[in-house]
């Protein structure tokens, strides 16, 4: 379980009714790939009445915008993200960042049905995103989420001893370990070939070449790389506008 003052946060959005799910370095926490993360990152539901509840719990936890944006629906159907801190006992100092939609994720109905709860009490839950969209949510322009990425499948494919096809055809479209792979693959030759059509290297890990796979496991993690570099430029710009004009007023 995530270390205190995180569960006064997730509590609190659970009261409140807040429509969430717990993404970013605490959701690597509960899947076993992190031991730590100072920050609590959610997406949200964008609708008026979901946000008007989640305003009420940062004015609770007395939190206060950080940075550019302000917490506005048209901000959050976007992409943009907006930071809190809260200065509020027991979590005083905490970083709340809240988001509307994640980057080459499907959008947040999606995720919700696809969410993971977990109940740490009788009448305590944590919704949490799934972790294929987890994973998904990684291939960022950041070294430290592709090392995540690694550590959630890793560990998916180690705590899963009786996995279903499903599961394992997932493994073959997102494990990045070269040797794993080429042993995954070569156990289910028959899901690898099926799965080339969505992911080509595994041709090479089938034919055993791990020199050839790893460079191609490279340029399918520098495509990841520039299509978020791709998404968040036009908001980096946005955001340049809207410091700019905070600084005037």
Request: proline content about 4%; aromatic content about 8%; some cysteine.
């Amino acid at each position: 379980m995530t270390p205190t003052p995180i569960p006064k946060v997730l509590f609190t959005f659970q009261k409140f009714g807040v429509k969430s799910l717990l993404i970013g370095g605490q959701a690597c926490i509960i899947y076993g790939a992190a031991e730590f993360s100072k920050d609590s990152d959610f997406v949200v539901f964008c609708d008026t009445e979901n946000l008007a509840k989640l305003k009420k719990v940062l004015r609770l936890l007395k939190a206060k915008n950080i940075y550019v944006p302000p917490l506005k629906k048209e901000f959050l159907e976007i992409g943009h993200a907006c930071h809190f801190r809260c200065y509020a006992e027991p979590v005083k100092n905490l970083r709340v960042d809240i988001i509307g939609k994640l980057r080459g994720c499907d959008d947040f109905e999606n995720l919700w049905e696809r969410r993971v709860t977990i109940k740490p009490s009788q009448n305590k839950i944590i919704e949490i995103i799934g972790l294929e969209d987890l994973v998904q949510s990684k291939k960022t322009q950041r070294d430290k989420d592709w090392l995540m990425l690694n550590r959630l499948v890793e560990n998916d494919m180690v705590s899963t001893p009786k996995p279903s096809l499903k599961k394992i055809k997932w493994w073959l479209c997102e494990c990045r370990n070269s040797n794993r792979l080429i042993n995954l693959v070569n156990e289910n030759k028959d899901l690898a070939k099926e799965c080339t059509a969505k992911r080509p290297l595994l041709k090479m890990a089938l034919k055993k070449d791990i020199k050839q796979l790893e460079k191609l496991l490279h340029k399918e993690e520098l495509s990841e790389r520039e299509k978020d570099k791709e998404y968040w430029h036009p908001l980096r710009e946005e955001l340049e506008i809207l410091r700019h004009k905070r600084r005037k007023a």
